[in-house]
Structure formats: C-alpha cells, structure tokens
C-alpha cells in the first residue's frame, strides 16, 4: 500500500491517544480520551476486545486518575473489530453509551449479529471470483476469529451526519463517509480545525477499500466521494485511526484519489492484456506471500477497483461454465 512522510504531534491538553494492542502489521489502532470540564471523558475507538487489552485499558485510565465510572460516552467511527471490539465490554464497565453511525450499526449486525454468516459468504465470494478452494476454507476459519474480539456488542445510540457531538469541552460535526466502511464517521471540530478521522484518512498508508457481498455495491466510488467531502473541510490538526496524528490532512486527501487513480490505470493496461479473474488480479496488484489476514483485505481491495471500471465503462464481467467471474476490458 502506498506511504508517506508523516510527523509526530505533540496532543492537545485535554486529549489522550491510547495505543491499543491489536494484530500485525498494524500493531496498534489509536484510541483517544477527551476530557470534559467535568472531569468525565469520551472515549473515541476502544480498540479490539482481548485480555491483553482489557488490561491496557485499566492502565491507561489509572495513569491518568480515572476509572471506568469517568466514562461519559465511548463513540466508534465504525465498526471493524480494532475498532468497536472492546465497546460493548467498556459499556458493561462503565455503564455509558455506546454512539454510532446508523449505517455502522447495520454492519455490525450484517458482520457480527445474531444470525450473520459472513464468514459462509465472503468464502462463497471469493471462490466466484477465481480465489483457490484451500485459501477459502483458510478464509471462513480466519473469519471466525474476530468474534471474541467484538463480544459482547454493544447497545448503540445512533449519531446521524451533521450532528454535533459534545466532547472534551469541544463540539464536533459528525462527518459521514463510505468505502473503507461504510458508514464511516469523522468528527470535525470548527472552531480549532481539528479532526478524529478514524480510518477515513491515514498519514502513512492508503486506508483499505472492499468489495463485500451485500455490502456497499461501489465502495470505492464512496471512498473517493467521501475523501472530496473531506477535502473540503480546512483542518490544522488531524488524528487518525492508525500511525500519528498530522497536519497534512488536505494533502493526503488528495494523494489518496491520486494513489487509487493509479492503481485503476494499472488494471486496465493488465486487462488490456487478456481477461482474469479477480484472484489472478489480486496477485498480480499485492503478490503471493500474504498472510491469509492481508489477503483477504487484497482480494475484496481488488474486487472494489475491477468494480470501479466496471462502473466507468472501462470493464466487463462475464461467468464462464465453470462458474468463475472474469474481467475483461470493455473497450
């Protein structure tokens, strides 16, 4: 994935980033306390839910004076697993509510709810689209392995776009995007031109878009939909999701869409070539030593950019009797 330079910031008083352990090669997803006037805090992303992690939280609120009991309301940008995982555990701790998008919600039921069978479903996906039948079954064991991590899900209150949240003494503007999730929410505080932006925008890596069955049918269209709202914000100071906060944050909206851009001119030349299916493609975009974690973010990041020509014009999907999907270009 594409990276670039980013500095370090020196945090605001009033605001904490908290490192929480989670899987390689990430390693840590940034959570953040606000304080209040009061003395009570909003907790932004408590991270995924593990021992190891249940432990970091109680040390990180001890160093600073507090129990669970400060807690005034844990609010999720989304809801992947680094992400909203230790938020239904903190809310039984700490009795406040949880706070999310609408559509966040939905995915969590839709990923994570009783009933859900996404760990059948994107095996199933995959397998269409060219992917091996062993590299499936590693798909559907790997899936399985994010339920102690978001247990037990939370009760929600939902945040609608435009809303203002009230944190750290602060008011901020609840921006909804899509395509790295759908149902995204970046929190934009006016009056400082600071931002939580979540996984919406990252300083050093390109945030990692999907293709999911029954998801969104064009997340990367959303992606670069969302990133030109963004764009238009004028902000000084922004804290994300993963690596440091920066200040860069205009600028990386752009070479986001310029990185993807690239990426789509990349695929037509290969499809110019011969038609493939999206494993094939996949391959050929990331390679093949990638764990089966990573690959699974490649294969549906692959699928969200075939889908994307698809959407323009510039390509065509067709079955072929064995039931594989391949893309072809369209001109």
């Not at 323009?312 to 270009?329: D, F, K, V, W």
Request: proline share 7%; net charge negative; hydrophobic share 35%.
């Amino acid at each position: 994935m594409k990276r670039t330079r980013t500095e370090e910031l020196s945090m605001p008083e009033g605001m904490h980033r908290i490192q929480i352990t989670m899987s390689f090669p990430l390693r840590w997803v940034n959570s953040y306390i606000l304080t209040e006037p009061n003395g009570k805090v909003s907790i932004i992303d408590p991270g995924p839910r593990s021992a190891g992690t249940e432990q970091e939280w109680q040390e990180a609120l001890a160093e600073r004076d507090l129990t669970f009991e400060d807690v005034h309301q844990i609010v999720l940008t989304h809801h992947h697993p680094d992400h909203l995982g230790l938020s239904g555990w903190m809310q039984q701790m700490s009795g406040a509510p949880v706070l999310m998008s609408a559509r966040s919600r939905q995915e969590t039921d839709f990923m994570w709810g009783t009933g859900a069978s996404i760990e059948e479903r994107l095996p199933a996906y995959y397998l269409l689209h060219g992917m091996p039948q062993q590299k499936t079954v590693e798909i559907k064991e790997h899936m399985r392995t994010f339920i102690s991590q978001i247990t037990p899900l939370p009760k929600v209150t939902i945040i609608a776009d435009g809303d203002t949240i009230h944190m750290g003494g602060k008011g901020w503007i609840a921006v909804e995007t899509g395509g790295h999730a759908p149902g995204h929410l970046s929190f934009y505080a006016p009056e400082s031109k600071e931002i939580l932006c979540g996984d919406a925008v990252l300083p050093q890596i390109s945030p990692n878009i999907s293709l999911q069955p029954d998801s969104d049918p064009e997340p990367l269209q959303s992606y670069m939909d969302g990133l030109r709202r963004l764009n238009a914000l004028e902000v000084e100071r922004a804290y994300p999701g993963h690596r440091n906060p920066f200040t860069r944050f205009t600028e990386r909206t752009i070479e986001l869409i310029a990185h993807h851009e690239e990426r789509l001119g990349k695929l037509t030349e290969r499809l110019q070539e011969s038609p493939a299916h999206a494993y094939d493609i996949c391959l050929y975009l990331f390679g093949d030593r990638l764990g089966i974690h990573q690959l699974r973010f490649a294969m549906s990041e692959t699928l969200a950019h075939l889908q994307e020509l698809i959407r323009r014009g510039l390509a065509r999907q067709e079955q072929q009797p064995e039931g594989i999907i391949y893309i072809s270009t369209s001109v």
